[in-house]
């Protein structure tokens, strides 16, 4: 009991936004991993490369404030992961890791 609340009061705990915030943005990583099975031709480049840098950033807000936010950079790492995934599946969809737009155009 006393280790629970020892947590439940802790700077890091939930009471704080050093909880509550990771826990909410872990509905991204969620989100990504719900989309891994739609097709590619329905991924934003734009909005999935924002997301990466978004998280690369909050990765390194983690790691720098005081007291260090593990859960938030488990969170954003995970995060991250997932969206470069994605960000690869769009573009090979697009053909920028393949080569096609280049082919499909010297064709022509």
Same mark, same amino acid.
């Given at each position: %009991?006393? +280790?629970?609340?020892?947590?439940? #009061?802790?700077?890091? *705990?939930?009471?704080?936004?050093? !909880? =509550?915030?990771?826990?909410?943005? =872990? *509905?991204?990583?969620?989100?990504?991993?719900?989309? /891994? #099975?739609?097709?590619?031709?329905? /991924?934003?480049? #734009? %909005?999935?490369?924002? %997301?990466? /840098?978004?998280?690369?950033? !909050? %990765?390194?807000?983690? =790691?720098?404030?005081?007291?260090? #936010?593990?859960?938030?950079?488990?969170?954003?790492?995970?995060?991250?992961?997932?969206?470069?995934?994605?960000?690869?599946? =769009?573009?090979?969809?697009? *053909?920028?890791?393949?080569?096609?737009?280049?082919?499909?155009?010297? +064709?022509?």
């Amino acid at each position: %009991m006393a +280790s629970f609340k020892a947590f439940l #009061n802790s700077p890091v *705990g939930p009471k704080t936004t050093h !909880f =509550w915030g990771p826990v909410a943005n =872990w *509905g991204f990583v969620a989100a990504g991993l719900a989309d /891994i #099975n739609k097709p590619p031709e329905m /991924i934003s480049g #734009n %909005m999935t490369g924002a %997301m990466c /840098i978004y998280s690369a950033l !909050f %990765m390194r807000f983690a =790691w720098m404030v005081q007291p260090r #936010n593990y859960l938030l950079l488990a969170c954003h790492a995970s995060n991250e992961t997932v969206q470069l995934y994605q960000h690869t599946r =769009w573009a090979k969809a697009e *053909g920028y890791l393949s080569g096609k737009k280049e082919k499909a155009s010297s +064709s022509e």
